[in-house]
Structures are given as structure tokens and as C-alpha cells.
């Protein structure tokens, strides 16, 4: 019985990737963004997103149910041949890096404004990549299950956090209604939809080989893509109706100042500190799959353990070049984002797609 | 698992990472502070911290005073006196004078937005017929508890209201809403909660007076409990307000007429010798005078914020902004509004009392 | 046989308690070697020697008549043979006797342990004449049973197998025996139930158990950490037990038990996270008002670990989150200290663990005095001298409390230095280094395996019918009627 690399991975906490992950992506990108552009009917743009985002999260579901391989970038090696699958992977590569600096840059930003104000945000940056370092010497499935403890804790200080602040509603902060045009609706939807291809993405890291129980699969994936839009919903849901359109424009993190706000049964108050963990988790859920892909993009050397910290070096010394301070950074995101996603992670991710589809169709006319 | 607990140790020494910790015997806990505008505009602030020396003594606190160019200049300016650095996060009150919240009050408030150590859950007050200096010096000395004084005031009397700053700044930034804070003022050495402020903008316009402070909560469900008076001496009956709940309605045929629907649920308290209650018909007979002398106040309160103050602290155009009212965006649409009142109370007891002794 | 008789007189001429009895009888010779030290005395001269006595007494008499009865001695030699031999083995009174070849086997090895050696003409047997070297049953010393049975295993191996075997009275109960130790030639057991347990698991150990190789297995510890020698991480995977019918529940799920000779202890393996946690007593009460008693073990799990923590972040980075009021006491109560709050904390709970090593070192002639010294010193002295202030007592006191709900002292060792990996992270980064260190702690947790199987698992590779019968709830036991799944194949229970 010596224990292999690839140990088990059940559908489950193979599916709970996806909502580990969600928070990471919107609070302080994907919220602040859609709010400036729809103001207080953020709430149902949001609904029309998730509506529209199924579409990539059946492309990504047909993936994962019909290869053989291990993961993307064996597949891409695989149908493409060494050369095109070597550049799309390459293309992937780029995608998650930058997605990871941003990550990493927003979450130190978000300790550095709201708890610790003097200490320099490099240490933050440094204190944030070290447990990053220590899980990415564990295998996959200590990873997934990980995921897993980490989600359930989030999911409980959810649940308290919407106890606490359900004295503040103002149904009246809602209203006027459809006050938007057309144009910041499309432009929110884009918003919405680019950004939650990150954590589906995060699920082409196994395919249906690695996972024990496969008649489950399918059934999983639906019922926790469900559950973290409604998630997703409930939270710019709240936050609109404890903050109001004009005093969320004020803020940079209007959800942590909904949190503020939180008081239950006058005892507990101002315990927003420990909710925020929920963000950190989060961030810290999506950076360890982000990590596992870089790595294994490396050729396997017989260094394989000091990759992370080379990864967390060079990480770090990227977010320190190109993001300066945090208006640096608002200016990145509201111009770029949308475009870095688009083009490194879901154009590669449609190519493939498209081409198990034509092999599909072409092994079919064949053995007709 | 030492090697992670290593490099965690040597992350700290390498980038200084211990610059935000202090403990607690360094902080001054401020438990008040008021600010003051001197002739030649600068700021004076002058708070009470708390005194941790010695354990009997703790209502009492320590007042430092110092002068600056800015709040957050003089507010640091008292770290020459004080062994410890203010720490602003437990703030209980936020006293301004008179002459701050008709000019610079925009200014004055920018530093407690920004401020990231602590919330914004003080309360605000501005001082009325006094400055703020000479009433933080009351407070003190009379050992008095503003947040408890400012709790029972608004829970039992409803002439001032429990808005912290998040809320004064909520209701500020919805387009079409003017905002009102509670007034304090010094009574022969005593600390007395007063009627409200009314503002335009950021600026300061006057007073309202007490009845009508408590017109103004109840119309924005603000009210918890007051009592009412009606008719006097022997046909005087008294009244007290358990439950209230407003509701502002756009008329459907005018589009510049406001409905109110004011539900109250009150409880009877004492009566004039000429009064009787016996049956259902003299208690709805009851109930129609407090009607009508609830409906006239609330008339009347309209009416001077129309003509008089000229400035929209109730709510009309936020409920027209809401609603997509255009009526809201021509000029001066305050003093074209049209108002109609309806007002039900349902008197649940009598205090247990049925037949006059 | 004189070589051998001169072979064994010559090894122990420094073993004085062998002792050597010369029995002659009507020309015949026979030689018993046994260790003083070993034997039950009373069985040796009632059983063995007057047995041999009476039976070369009997044969005696016997060949003396069929000497005189020509004929029938001419019968019997011409069925029988040569009856001259006087056969020990079956003539012997004693339970458990067996002919050895001295050339192929040690003979020291029996004889230091508990046989008796015999030798007669051309034969060596020996006998088992053990004493009891071991105490009575008792109660068990280290484990609480409130409403269970009081009886726990003793050091002798015989004695634990018969304890097991009145609670599983089924010939699928497997003992499989084997001497380990060059020098101690302990016995090591190891039971299982065959049609339930599974068989890689078996074979792996078994495996790993014949491969030692070692001087002397002297607790069941050494045997522990060969099995163990892959696990890296802090959790024990493994649980030691003193109860008999802890280790009969274990073995009907489909776990594996190992005995070990001189050793009161068992070890059930695998083991999950959960079995830490929860105990066998849960299940003599009644199952609805159990779940309170696992919430409340819960919830101590996480106010050993995160308390000093939580107080410590509070303290020095924010104080925003406590009420005035609370904070206002603390300052007050920590004006007059001179440490920071770091050192303090380390100081209060250093000196508790030592007052708790103290506890379990000192016999129990001295032991009460000192935790009345212990009290005295950790209570009112050190607030009133001004070292520590008082809520850093009440801080401790929780932690060390909420400790006490765990017997398991792997369990103790593990909890002791997770908290203190908290109250550094705690202490210097505040609030985000609780988060770095329950990431830490749950990356620990979740990738330790047992022997293959998840550790956390019932939580972690989620499955909510196991969830359900013992993490939070318990289920009547007229309706658990499957077996778990990960632990065996056979898994209908009941019908």
C-alpha cells in the first residue's frame, strides 16, 4: 500500500472549487466595478450574468467530462500536438499570473486599508505568499480537501454575517428602479461574466479521470454553480440595502462597510475583523490552485520543491513593479481586466472546445 | 513546521512589520471630543480620555485642549501633553459648535470619514447657545454619560434621535433629502439634550423648535415613545405613544401632491375631570381630538418647512427621485408641494381603569 | 541426553535461580531444569514432579506383575512393543507439554519463560508451569468510564486476548501470534475479525510487523513506530486504549487491534479525527441528549487552541473590536504590569504546563501539597505582586480547562504546540495571522493519512450518512444497520 501521488478526489469537494473561490474575485474588483457602473440595480444585472456565465460553465463541463488526461495542460499537449499545445498552455500560463498578482495585490491593499495602516504593504504581501508555500508541497487532493474545511468555515461566518446586519435594511435603498441604460448594463454583465470564468477555470485542474464517484459529477458541478451566484447575489444584495447607491460610490470596499455595520442583539459589535477572514480564505483558496498551475506548467526538474518559492519571489517582485499604489492599480483594473481574461484564459479555453467537438464529430463519422 | 515559523520571524525583522502594534496601556481612549473654530480659522479640540490609573475613578476623565491648523494637526498637537497618543476608535460623541456647522462643516467632517481606526458609530450633537469646549468641560465635570443621556431622550421623549454618523451620512447623500442632528446646551451648569438643527446642504440653517423635533422624528419613524396632549385643563386628555409608522405616498392623479398615512397606537394616560370614557363611541370620540390635534401639528410643521425654512428635511423629493417623479427637478418644487395628512390611532388601555373614581 | 544436562549447567553458572532436580527411580533418571523466578512453585512439586513420581511408581508396579506373568508378557511384547518407555507426555498431569528437538531450538528460550525442561533418556520436553507475574483486572488508570464496564486490560497478553474474547464470541476472530525481540522474545498479537476487516490493511501490517528487527519490544509504542514510519505529521494515527470494550467496538467496524506482551495498553488502528473527540461513553446514554455533550467538545477543542490567541490579537491590534468599557478594565488592570502582553501570556501558560507536568510526575504522597503551592502561586500572589493582571488567569484557566476533555496524551502534545504556533502568529501580525495559522493548522490536518484512509473524514471527503451517525448528532442504534464503508466491504449489520 504505498501512497501514490494521485490519491483520490471525490465530486464533492472537487465541485466546492468553484465556491471557495467566488468571493476572492468580486470583493475589490467585481463589485466596485459593477457598482460604479449600475448603481442600485446591480442586484438583477447580476442575476442576467449568472444567467449568461452558464454558458462557459457547460463549455468548461463538456471539457472535463469528455478527455482522458490529467488536466488542461496535458489535454492541450495532447489534441494539439506538441507545438500549439505547448503556445496555448504558455498563453494559460500568462492568464494565471496576472491573475495572481492581482489577487495578491488587492488582498494586501484590502489588510492594508482596513486593519494594519502603518505597516508597509510588503510585508503583507510577504506574510500573505507564505502559506502559499507550505500547501504547495502537498498533492492535489490534500488541496481539494482543504478547499473543502475552508469553504465550510466561510459558509457558517456567512450565514452569521447576514444575522448581524439584518436590523439595517432599508427596503427604500433599492428603488429608483431600472435607472441605468442599456450600455452600463451590457457593460456589467461583461464584467460579471469575465470574472467568474476565473474560479470555473480553476476546475480544469483534474478531469474526470482522477475522480472516484463520476456518476455524481454533473449533478455536483450544477448544484454548487447554483449556490454560489445565489451567494454572489445575496451579497451585492445586502450590501445595497444597508449602504444605499450614493454611499457606496464613497468606498473601495462597500461590502466591508456593509460588514461594519453588523450588530447582533447589541453584544457582539464591531467584530468585522473576523468576518473579513471569509475574504482571506477566499483569496487564499484561489491563489493555492492558481500556485498548483504555475508549478505544474515548469518543467519537472529535480527542483521541484524550491519552485514555490521562486513563484512567491518572483510574484511578489512583480506586484511591487507594477503596482505601485492602489490608484495604479484601479486605473489597471477598470481599463484591463476584462480584456487580460478574455484573451488569456477564455479564448484558449474555447479553442479547445471547439476542437474535442470537431474530434467528436470526426471519430464518430469514422466508426460510422 | 519550524521552517515556516523561522521564516516568519525573519520576515518580520527584515521589513519592520511590528509597526502597528501597540498595546493597551499606550492609548488615551478618547471618550468625547469637540471642536471649535478660533477668530483667525483655526481649529481647537478639546476631549476627554479616559482615566485608567487608578480603578474607582473611571467616569471621571483627563480634558486636553490644543489649537491647529486642521483637526487631525490639533488633535495631534495634544500628544505634547498627553503621555499617551489618542485613540479615536471607542469615540462616544462628536461635539461641533454653531459656527462650524454653518460654514465648514463639510471640512470639519472629512477627517472622521477617512479615518480607518476606528467606525463611524459616534454620535453627533452641536452646541447650542455655547461652545463646544465649555460644554465638553460640563460633561466632565458632571460626570455625565452623553450616550445614555441621548438614549433615554430618544426612546422615551423623541425630540433627538439615535443616527450615528453613518446614518447622518446615508441620509445626506440620498438626492433630495436635507439632514437634521441634535443640539445640546449647558442649563445652568447642567448638559441638556435640546431641540434639533436643520441644515441645507452642508450648511447649517437653524433650530427647530422642541414639539417640533418631535414632529420631524415621527415623520421619519424615528419615534419611539412620547407623549401627547390634547384640549386642556378639564377636557384635557393625555396620551401616550407606544407605536408609530409613517408612510409618504406620490398622489396618482396630481404629480405634486404628497399622501401621509400616519398609524399610531397609543395608550390612554390621564384624563380632565369633564372627560368620560364609558363605551365605544366616546372612546372614538377620544381618538377623532387626538386625531385632529396630531393632523394640525403635522400641518403646521409642513407648512413652516415649505414657507419658512425652505428646506427639504422630510423627504419629498427623495420620494420623488425614487419614484421617477419629474416633479422633483424643477426649481424650487418645495414650495409647490401639496400635502394631505390622514392619521389613525387605535388606543389599546386605559391603564386598567374603567369607571371614573 | 548428558550433553545437554552438562550444556545447560555450564550457561548458567551465573543464573543462580536455576535450579536443577534429579529424580531416580528404579534405575531411571530423570532431570528437571526450571527458573525460580518463573515457575508457580505449587505446580511444579504438585503436578509435574508427583505426577512423574507416581506414574514411574505405577510402571513399576505394573512391569513387576507382567514380569511375573510370563504369558502376559509375552502378549504384550508381542501387541505393543517395548513398553519399557515410560511415556512422559501422556502420562504427565499438566495442560500444555511439547517434545523439543535441542538441537534446532534454544532451550534457554522456554526456559526463560516459565517452562519446566525434562529430561528423560533420550527426550527433552517441556512443560508450562508460568506464574502469575501480573496484577488483577482494575479499574483502568488513564481513561474515565462513567456509565461503561470498569474492567481494563492487565500486562499479561493471555489475559487481555480472554477479555476481548467474552465480549466477541466468534470463531472469525483472529489471533495470530509472533515472538519479536532478540532479546526480549515478546510476544506481539495481532486480532482481527476476518470476514469484516479488510484485507490489504492486514496484509500491510502483518508486513511491516515481520520485518522488525530489533533488541527488545518493551511497550507497545516500539511496534507504533515502525508501523508509523511514513506519517510525518503531528496527529496521532493511531489510538492507544486501556478498555476492553472500546477495542471489541473498534473491531467490529472492521479495525485492527495489536497486542503487545507486558503492555497495558492496545493499539486499534486506523484512526480518524473524530475518535479523538468523541467517546465510547456516548453510546451507554440516550442518543438525543448526546448532542449537546459534542457540542460542548467541540467548542473546547476550539477554545483550547484559540483562546491565549484571540486575547493576545485582541490586546495589541484590535482593540476596536472589544466594548469600551471591557477595554477600559483591561488597561486598568495592565497599567501596573511591566511585560508586554506577549511575554505574559508566555510566562502564565509556561508555568501552568509545569505545573501540570509536575502533577503527573509526582507520587501521590506530595502531590496535593503542591497543587495547593500551585494554586496559591498562580492565583492571588501573582496579581497582587504585579506580574500578571488578572485576566490573563482567567485566560489561561479557560485554556487549560477546555484541555482537560482530552485524555489521549498524543492529543495533549499536539493541542500544547498548535496553541503555541497561534500565539506567535497572533502576537505579531494580529488578526491575519490567526487566519495564516487555521490555514496552517487545517492544511496539517487534512493531508495527514491513515494508513491510507483520510484522517478528517467524515468532514473532509464529505459524507453526510456518516456525518449524521456520529459527528454532531448520534443515531439510535436500532437504526444504524450498515457498517462504514471506508473501513470494510461487508456492510449489512443487522436485518
Redesign the interface.
Known sequence: ?V?KDSE?I?S??YSFIILSSFFAVFLGIGSYLMFKNTRNDTYWVCIIGALISTIIFFIIRYIINNNDYDDIYELNKGIFGKFFGKLLNFILLVGFISVACIILFNNANF?N????????I???K??IL??L???SS?NLS?II??N???C??NIGMFVLSILGVFAEFDL?NL??FL?VSTGEIFRSILIYVTLSTVPFSMLLVASRKRIKDTERLNGNLLKTFVFTNFLQFLVILITLLV??E??IS?FRFPEHIAL??FNLFNIL???E??L??QF??SS?SLMSFLFYYIIKAMPQTKLKNYYSIAISVFLYFLTSVLFTNTIVFVEVIEKYIVYIILITILLPIIITFFRLLMLKKYSNNINK | MRKYIIALLVLVILFDGLNNLREVTDLAIVKAIGIDMTEDGQYKTTVIVIDTSNKEAQNEGIIYEAIGESVHDSARKIVNESPKKLYLAQMETLILSEDIAKNNFEDTLGFFIRDNEGSNAFYLFIANGCTSDELIKSINEEKINIKSLLNSSARYRGNCNMDSLNDILKTKMKPGINIAINTASIDDTKVKINSMAYFDGWNMRGYLTDDESIIYNLLRNNLDNTIVVAEQKENRIGAEIIYSKTEMTLDKEQNNKVNFNIKIKANISETGSDVIIKDSEQIQNVEYILEEKIKTDVNEFIEKVKNEYGSDIIGFGNLMYRKKDDFFYEDNYLSKIDTSVNVEIDIQNQGGVTKKW | MNNLLDYVKSKSKDLNDIFFRNICIDGKEINLIYDEALIDSTMVSNFVIRSIVDSIREESILKNEIDEDKDLKAKIDKKLGNVQELDIENTIAINKIKKIDPQKENVFEYIMSGFVLIIYEDNAYVVETKATLSRSISEPTSENSIRGAKDSFVENIMKNVGLIRNRVKTENLVYKEKKLGRKSKTKVALMYISDIAKKDLVKYVEEKISRIDIDAILDVNYIQEYIEEKNDSDFPISINTQRPDVVSYYLLQGRIVILVDNSPYALVLPAFFEDFINNIDDLYQKSKNVTFTKVIRYISLILTILTPALYLSLITFDQESIPAELLTAFATQREGVPFPAFVEAIIMIFSFEILRESDMRSNKVSGNTLSIVGALILGDAAVSAGIVSPIMIIVVAITTISGLNFSDINVINVLRKWRAIFMLFASLCGIIGIGIATILFVASLVSTRSYTKPFTYPVSPLNFTEMKKSLFTRINISKDKKRQKILTNNLTKSR
Open positions: 500500500m501512497e483520490k471525490y464533492l469537494g489588510f486599508a482596513e486593519y494594519l495602516p502603518d505597516t508597509s510588503n510585508f503583507l510577504a506574510i507564505l502559506p508555500v507550505y500547501i502537498k490534500s480537501k482543504m473543502q474545511v475552508l465550510f468555515i427604500t428603488e429608483p435607472n449602504l444605499g450614493k454611499f464613497v461594519k455595520q459589535q464591531r467584530i475583523n473576523f473579513a477572514l482571506y480564505f487564499f
